[in-house]
């Protein structure tokens, strides 16, 4: 057991705050600013001042104990990356907007990393040459840099954060679905010592490309994602895995449609080979950007959308790819949207926050036209599943057949088994049993670790203030001096028996606070324990507070430090 020191409320850099931030819009944000953890430095980036610095290294701690327990070996790899290797992979240009991009002095191009797959693969080229060096794991724990469309919700959300990245090195499909196995029961275990309440869903792989992809979702109202869930099964899937295809309602269009018409619609094979992707998809509806501007386009009555002529129609506009991430603000959005491996997908993301009618989504119901305000189910129904069969609550689960709820989560992780997408790009092979080369497979494996402290005081937090679960609270015991001389001397005695019992103990002794506002700040700041030294301090007598569940009592010092300790 170690002695902790403690922690003086006088000297801590931690200055409350009783008004929200003008910009907060999630309890989490709130409460962690006006707490005193984190400030904004700009958006997105955030300053972690000590107690959050404390809360954010007790997540890391975890992570990395249980990241250690599988066997993964723990790196450090810049953050500050060539563009080469992310030009090999296609990711320079496929990430877009998202990438921070800088030039060197000599005018070369660098990026600052948003994941690494790229160059986990090249390390492991350079130092493994043989089966018998595989399989292996790797790990960090680093800064990440996104230029994300909408930083926000603080922490929850940024373009400067903190990911535990690991990818996973296999000779053999086996060997991969093994490490996936492995990391899937460490994220389980980490977020349940982490205190979070979590679902597993099936996602999609996005920009990440491979196939097999599982997301950890904190179910939050203030998440991003929207997920199914069924209530008499174990099926569950964000919706972002759900893709269909719409053709138009019979009986003409509603209204409220706005029709533009489109004459000159573009085909496919000029569109293709404008944008360098193959012409053997169809869709009914794809999105690009022209000009930067998210753009339906095609969509000729219940013809397949006709891609090809676009590139030359909107010359000279800038024709780009979309991608899911372009998305990321538009939940309402019908998405068609090229992929890594083409043209893929058809996606309406069903939404419970938009209230029916004001889809902003486009289709078309005519030829040679498009729509605007169209309604899904009014206006357009499902002709296709492309993917997996879920849309609106209540839809049968497409597993048990009971009525699916929706919810709002937080993703908090997600899983990838990548395959070899990566090993081919760059000739990752390792000699095999028989002496020919071999090539690798690969997992690849995050857990947001800043974001997870965010999502863990969305959780848990009430109107008071934080709550913190024990496993990752800046302190153990919050100790209150709420007066004095008499009450000052107890709490000074409680702060230091607690400390030598091993307790990490933050001690109010800031003079010239009233108690009610130091309970406020204690309330506020979340410690699991809150131990008062108030007006019965010459009895000997204490109140404590469990702050989850909410209950104090009175009792004498020896009886409350067994409490805690
Ligand atoms: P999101 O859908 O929220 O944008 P993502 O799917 O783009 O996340 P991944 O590429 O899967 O994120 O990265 C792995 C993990 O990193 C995510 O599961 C999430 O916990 C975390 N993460 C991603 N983007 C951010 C961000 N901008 N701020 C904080 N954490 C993030
Ligand atoms: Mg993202
Ligand atoms: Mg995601
Ligand atoms: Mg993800």
Redesign the pocket.
């Given at each position: 057991m170690s002695t902790h020191h403690v922690q003086r409320m006088s000297r801590l850099m931690a200055k409350t705050l009783r008004e929200d931030p003008a910009d907060a819009e999630t309890l989490s944000h709130r409460l962690l600013v006006r707490a005193g953890y984190v400030r904004r430095s700009s958006a997105?980036v955030w300053t972690w001042l000590p107690l959050g610095k404390k809360v954010l290294d007790n997540v890391s701690r975890i992570v990395r104990e249980e990241m250690d327990a599988i066997g993964a070996q723990e790196v450090l790899l810049p953050a500050l990356l060539p563009k080469e290797p992310y030009e090999v992979s296609g990711r320079w240009s496929e990430y877009g907007d998202l990438l921070f991009r800088l030039k060197d002095r000599k005018g070369a191009d660098y990026l600052l990393g948003?994941?690494h797959e790229e160059i986990f693969t090249l390390v492991v080229k350079d130092q493994c040459t043989s089966y018998k060096d595989l399989p292996v794991m790797l790990y960090q724990i680093q800064t990440?840099y996104?230029d994300?469309a909408r930083?926000r919700s603080g922490?929850?959300?940024?373009?400067?954060?903190?990911?535990k990245?690991s990818y996973s090195f296999d000779v053999s499909d086996e060997g991969l679905a093994e490490s996936y196995r492995l990391h899937r029961e460490a994220y389980v275990r980490i977020f349940e010592r982490l205190g979070l309440d979590h679902r597993i869903v099936s996602?999609v792989s996005?920009?990440?490309g491979g196939s097999a992809s599982e997301?950890?979702l904190a179910p939050a109202g203030a998440g991003?994602?929207t997920f199914v869930d069924c209530p008499s099964c174990d099926y569950a899937a964000n919706t972002?895995a759900v893709t269909f295809a719409l053709k138009p309602v019979e009986g003409g269009a509603h209204p409220a449609l706005e029709e533009i018409p489109t004459p000159d619609t573009p085909t496919i094979e000029t569109l293709a080979a404008h944008l360098g992707v193959p012409a053997s998809a169809t869709l009914k509806n794809l999105m690009v950007k022209v000009d930067g501007e998210i753009t339906a386009v095609g969509v000729p009555g219940d013809r397949e959308v006709d891609l090809g002529k676009l590139g030359e129609h909107l010359a000279p506009a800038v024709v780009e790819l979309v991608t899911?991430?372009d998305f990321?603000d538009r939940p309402d959005l019908v998405r068609g949207y090229v992929g890594p491996q083409g043209l893929e997908k058809v996606r309406y993301l069903a939404d419970p926050r938009v209230a029916p009618g004001t889809a902003w989504v486009t289709g078309a119901n005519k030829a040679d036209t498009h729509a605007r305000n169209v309604v899904c189910g009014r206006d357009f129904e499902v002709d296709r599943y492309l993917d997996v069969v879920v849309v609106e609550p209540g839809d049968p689960c497409p597993a048990c057949g009971a009525g699916l709820k929706l919810d709002r989560a937080?993703?908090?992780?997600?899983i990838?088994q990548l395959g070899r997408k990566y090993a081919d790009a760059f000739g990752l092979d390792v000699l095999g049993k028989e002496g020919k080369p071999v090539r690798v497979t690969m997992g690849s494996y995050?857990?947001?670790?800043?974001?997870?402290v965010?999502?863990l005081a969305e959780q848990t937090a009430d109107e008071r203030g934080l709550r913190w679960p024990a496993a990752v609270a800046p302190a153990d015991v919050h100790v209150v001096a709420a007066g004095k001389a008499v009450p000052l001397a107890l709490a000074e005695e409680a702060a230091a028996a607690l400390a030598a019992a091993g307790r990490r103990v933050l001690l109010d002794d800031r003079p010239g606070l009233s108690p009610g506002v130091k309970l406020t700040d204690a309330e506020l700041i979340g410690v699991p324990w809150i131990l008062v030294a108030g007006r019965r301090s010459a009895e000997g007598v204490v109140e404590l507070q469990d702050r989850a569940a909410g209950t104090r009592e009175e009792l004498p010092l020896a009886e409350a430090l067994g409490r805690v300790g």
């Amino acid at each position: 057991m170690s002695t902790h020191h403690v922690q003086r409320m006088s000297r801590l850099m931690a200055k409350t705050l009783r008004e929200d931030p003008a910009d907060a819009e999630t309890l989490s944000h709130r409460l962690l600013v006006r707490a005193g953890y984190v400030r904004r430095s700009s958006a997105g980036v955030w300053t972690w001042l000590p107690l959050g610095k404390k809360v954010l290294d007790n997540v890391s701690r975890i992570v990395r104990e249980e990241m250690d327990a599988i066997g993964a070996q723990e790196v450090l790899l810049p953050a500050l990356l060539p563009k080469e290797p992310y030009e090999v992979s296609g990711r320079w240009s496929e990430y877009g907007d998202l990438l921070f991009r800088l030039k060197d002095r000599k005018g070369a191009d660098y990026l600052l990393g948003p994941t690494h797959e790229e160059i986990f693969t090249l390390v492991v080229k350079d130092q493994c040459t043989s089966y018998k060096d595989l399989p292996v794991m790797l790990y960090q724990i680093q800064t990440k840099y996104r230029d994300e469309a909408r930083p926000r919700s603080g922490v929850l959300r940024g373009r400067e954060f903190q990911m535990k990245d690991s990818y996973s090195f296999d000779v053999s499909d086996e060997g991969l679905a093994e490490s996936y196995r492995l990391h899937r029961e460490a994220y389980v275990r980490i977020f349940e010592r982490l205190g979070l309440d979590h679902r597993i869903v099936s996602a999609v792989s996005g920009a990440m490309g491979g196939s097999a992809s599982e997301e950890f979702l904190a179910p939050a109202g203030a998440g991003e994602d929207t997920f199914v869930d069924c209530p008499s099964c174990d099926y569950a899937a964000n919706t972002e895995a759900v893709t269909f295809a719409l053709k138009p309602v019979e009986g003409g269009a509603h209204p409220a449609l706005e029709e533009i018409p489109t004459p000159d619609t573009p085909t496919i094979e000029t569109l293709a080979a404008h944008l360098g992707v193959p012409a053997s998809a169809t869709l009914k509806n794809l999105m690009v950007k022209v000009d930067g501007e998210i753009t339906a386009v095609g969509v000729p009555g219940d013809r397949e959308v006709d891609l090809g002529k676009l590139g030359e129609h909107l010359a000279p506009a800038v024709v780009e790819l979309v991608t899911a991430e372009d998305f990321a603000d538009r939940p309402d959005l019908v998405r068609g949207y090229v992929g890594p491996q083409g043209l893929e997908k058809v996606r309406y993301l069903a939404d419970p926050r938009v209230a029916p009618g004001t889809a902003w989504v486009t289709g078309a119901n005519k030829a040679d036209t498009h729509a605007r305000n169209v309604v899904c189910g009014r206006d357009f129904e499902v002709d296709r599943y492309l993917d997996v069969v879920v849309v609106e609550p209540g839809d049968p689960c497409p597993a048990c057949g009971a009525g699916l709820k929706l919810d709002r989560a937080i993703e908090i992780g997600h899983i990838f088994q990548l395959g070899r997408k990566y090993a081919d790009a760059f000739g990752l092979d390792v000699l095999g049993k028989e002496g020919k080369p071999v090539r690798v497979t690969m997992g690849s494996y995050g857990i947001g670790v800043s974001r997870a402290v965010a999502a863990l005081a969305e959780q848990t937090a009430d109107e008071r203030g934080l709550r913190w679960p024990a496993a990752v609270a800046p302190a153990d015991v919050h100790v209150v001096a709420a007066g004095k001389a008499v009450p000052l001397a107890l709490a000074e005695e409680a702060a230091a028996a607690l400390a030598a019992a091993g307790r990490r103990v933050l001690l109010d002794d800031r003079p010239g606070l009233s108690p009610g506002v130091k309970l406020t700040d204690a309330e506020l700041i979340g410690v699991p324990w809150i131990l008062v030294a108030g007006r019965r301090s010459a009895e000997g007598v204490v109140e404590l507070q469990d702050r989850a569940a909410g209950t104090r009592e009175e009792l004498p010092l020896a009886e409350a430090l067994g409490r805690v300790g």
